[in-house]
């Protein structure tokens, strides 16, 4: 059952005043906007989840630690903790969550759906254990700690992350890496 409702963005993802629901912008190409929340550890690990097998792109991938759509009229940090919480369980605040950018995302997948997408893209210190976490069934398989070097390494493994996305996986990586050496300026 689709009930959730989307904000439209325009192709360069400022609000257009319309909404619509998330099957209808991914079958007409509508833009709209999600959050993608990357959870490290102090000793330089990632997290990453596998996508249920049920999802409809991307089934079984290892992929980023919590990612989820932006309700119409929802805030971008509300969705992001919201995200948070739903898909692993994690209570984190405000202030532990930083984002290092925007960006804008087109694939057309086989199956029809048309992701046209501006993800806000956040990072956050896993402060607990991972076995502490309790995962959404329905959207999520599993949650592992890789070495945060995975993002430097996509097409050495199979089933994590997606090669072609690999200078998005990087910046991810600097960002995290200027984060542990509080070097980075928010």
């Known amino acids: ?3 959730e409702l989307l904000d439209i963005t ?4 400022n609000l257009t005043g319309k909404t619509c629901l998330k099957s209808e912008a991914h079958k007409y190409g509508y833009f709209h906007a999600t959050v ?3 959870l490290y550890t102090s000793n330089k690990k990632i997290v990453l989840q596998k996508r249920a097998l ?5 089934p079984g991938l290892w992929d980023i630690s919590v990612a989820g759509h932006i309700g119409a009229g929802e805030k971008i940090i509300s969705a992001a903790l919201r995200e948070i919480k739903e898909e692993i369980g994690f209570d984190l605040t405000e202030e532990n969550l930083f984002k290092i950018g925007t960006r804008k995302h087109q694939v057309h997948h086989d199956n029809g759906i048309i992701d046209n997408e501006f993800h806000h893209v956040f990072i956050a210190e896993l402060n607990v254990p991972l076995q502490n976490l309790t995962i959404q069934e329905s959207e999520v398989a599993a949650l592992k700690l890789f070495d ?3 993002l430097l390494n996509t ?3 199979e089933n994590v992350l997606l090669p072609q996305f690999h200078d998005y996986y990087s910046s991810v990586y ?3 890496i200027k984060k542990l050496e509080n070097t980075y300026i928010y």
């Not at 049920?54 to 991307?58: E, I, Q, S």
């Open 1 to 3: 059952m689709d009930n």
């Open 54 to 58: 049920t999802k409809k792109v991307f």
């Open 10 to 13: 325009d192709e360069h993802g």
């Open 148 to 150: 945060l070097h995975i």
């Open 174 to 176: 600097t960002s995290i």
């Open 36 to 38: 993608h929340i990357w």
């Open 155 to 157: 097409k050495k493994h």
